[in-house]
């Protein structure tokens, strides 16, 4: 079954410490992979996907389809960085998204 | 408009009462979704449209859920009967097409509590 792990349900760090947050999938086909984060009391929202290659605050997440993870980086955390995060596949041929359990991020001053 | 909107934003029901709840998604958005998200899990697909078809259905988790879009615009999920296993955070995005790369946007959610 179409499956996102995200193992970790709680990453704490100091800031300006590396962060990491873990995304792995079980898909042996070509998924679209996203990365959704959630800051507090507010929505849902699109941080990056793989296709883009992107960096958005200063975020990036690389494919590893020998792994297949995509794993979230960030060199220096940030106390704005404190969200919940989570990692999405879209199967090829469907629409929908399969969302991980999400890891809450929390960056302590 | 501002964004995907959902109402109520909470709903408590009492078991066996009938919800319906509400989305509006963002003008010209062409493909709907519903999901649904239980405490401390991540949203778990329900439905899908791409304008007023309802394309998959196949995370509705039992046939007390249906959910429309008759005009490919604002769409409305029921669910008869309500159950404490229903009690979750519901979620409707949209996209502007049918595309899997877009982004999809999301609504604030409604939180519905089955007593």
């Known amino acids: 079954a179409q499956r996102v792990t995200q193992p970790e349900k709680l990453l704490s760090v100091f800031k300006g410490a590396p962060v990491e947050l873990k995304c792995n999938y079980s898909y042996s086909g070509s998924p679209e992979l996203f990365w959704y984060v959630q800051y507090s009391r507010q929505r849902l929202q699109l941080l990056l996907r793989?296709?883009s290659r992107e960096s958005i605050k200063g975020f990036t997440a690389d494919l590893n389809k020998g792994e297949t993870s995509f794993h979230l980086k960030k060199p220096f955390a940030q106390e704005e960085d404190s969200a919940m995060y989570y990692c999405?596949?879209?199967?090829?041929?469907?629409?929908?998204?399969?969302f991980g359990t999400g890891t809450r991020l929390k960056v302590l001053a | 408009g501002a964004g995907v909107s959902q109402s109520p934003r909470y709903k408590v029901a009492k078991r066996g009462q009938d919800v319906a709840l509400r989305c509006d998604p963002i003008s010209g958005h062409v493909s709907l979704f519903w999901y649904q998200q239980a405490l401390g899990q991540g949203p778990e697909f329900l439905t899908y449209?791409?304008?007023?078809?309802?394309?998959?259905k196949s995370g509705l988790p039992s046939d007390r859920f249906f959910a429309e879009r008759p005009e490919g615009s604002v769409s409305t999920l029921k669910i008869q009967r309500t159950q404490q296993e229903d009690s979750a955070v519901y979620l409707c995005a949209s996209r502007p097409d049918r595309g899997r790369r877009t982004e999809a946007f999301f609504g604030q959610g409604t939180r519905l509590t089955v007593v």
């Open positions: 999405a596949l879209t199967p090829p041929g469907t629409y929908k998204y399969i």
């Open positions: 449209f791409q304008n007023e078809a309802q394309l998959d």
């Open positions: 793989h296709i």
